[in-house]
């Protein structure tokens, strides 16, 4: 009980504090939804898919990459409060309370969960736009995707949060590994052609099976879509895995920060 509320108190505390500012609202949503009507409308031209026949233009192509990419800056925008959180204070009244310290994560990521899924949701509801025409099952998996995918990325970002003292270098992390991994995961360009080194790092990304995923949900059926992507099952086996690994380091970072009282 004590596990269930503490959770469900920090995680209504993280939809209350994002909705109260306005800038991240706006930051977490507008901004990809920006970057993808530029490098869409600027890459059209130039663009030949290597997969669904070349018959899709980038817009089309960038989308799936788009929602991962709002998965990816509410993620990081909400486990920014953790710096917040210890610089004034309620973190080290949090981790006094008589609760498990993967109570405080799981609030904390199913927090952020929460928020970057109602945001990606927002724009799979524009997919005709761009010539993705979804049923409802194909947009309840693909919402169901997105809950999986995000838990992964929030847990990921705080577990750089919680060892960062400064949202300077948060910012400067995000910057060299958060998002080159949304880079490298097939969402602004196909792995078909590219360099076998960046191939290599493109496998061994956990990201590119999330981004496979989404793709093989939001063309059920088209085999020519899914050309030189993995199983639907493999990609969704490694993300569950990511997620569950990146919560599993988390509440380890949380229970030893507890210990030593940093």
Request: hydrophobic share 55%.
């Amino acid at each position: 009980m004590n596990l269930a509320l503490a959770s469900y108190t920090l995680w209504w505390r993280e939809q209350v504090r994002f909705f109260r500012q306005g800038s991240r609202v706006f930051g977490a949503f507008v901004q990809p939804l920006m970057f993808w009507a530029l490098f869409g409308s600027g890459l059209r031209a130039s663009f030949h898919a290597p997969v669904g026949g070349g018959r899709i233009g980038y817009l089309e192509y960038f989308f799936p990459g788009t929602v991962v990419m709002i998965l990816l800056f509410t993620a990081i925008f909400s486990t920014i409060s953790v710096i917040e959180d210890r610089r004034e204070g309620f973190l080290q009244g949090v981790l006094v309370a008589p609760v498990p310290r993967s109570a405080v994560v799981l609030g904390k990521v199913m927090g952020g969960t929460t928020l970057a899924v109602l945001q990606g949701t927002l724009l799979l509801a524009l997919s005709p736009l761009v010539g993705i025409h979804l049923t409802a099952i194909s947009f309840s998996e693909a919402v169901a995707l997105q809950m999986l995918v995000a838990f992964a990325l929030t847990a990921l970002s705080f577990c750089i949060a919680w060892r960062i003292e400064s949202t300077q270098g948060f910012h400067a992390i995000m910057t060299l590994f958060l998002m080159p991994l949304w880079l490298l995961s097939g969402a602004f360009f196909p792995a078909k052609g590219v360099p076998g080194w960046l191939g290599f790092l493109m496998q061994i990304n956990p990201l590119t099976y999330s981004v496979a995923a989404m793709r093989r949900i939001l063309y059920p059926g088209d085999i020519q879509q899914a050309t030189d992507l993995p199983p639907l099952g493999a990609s969704l086996a490694v993300t569950l895995a990511f997620a569950l690994a990146a919560f599993t380091v988390a509440s380890l970072l949380a229970r030893r920060r507890g210990k030593d009282g940093r």
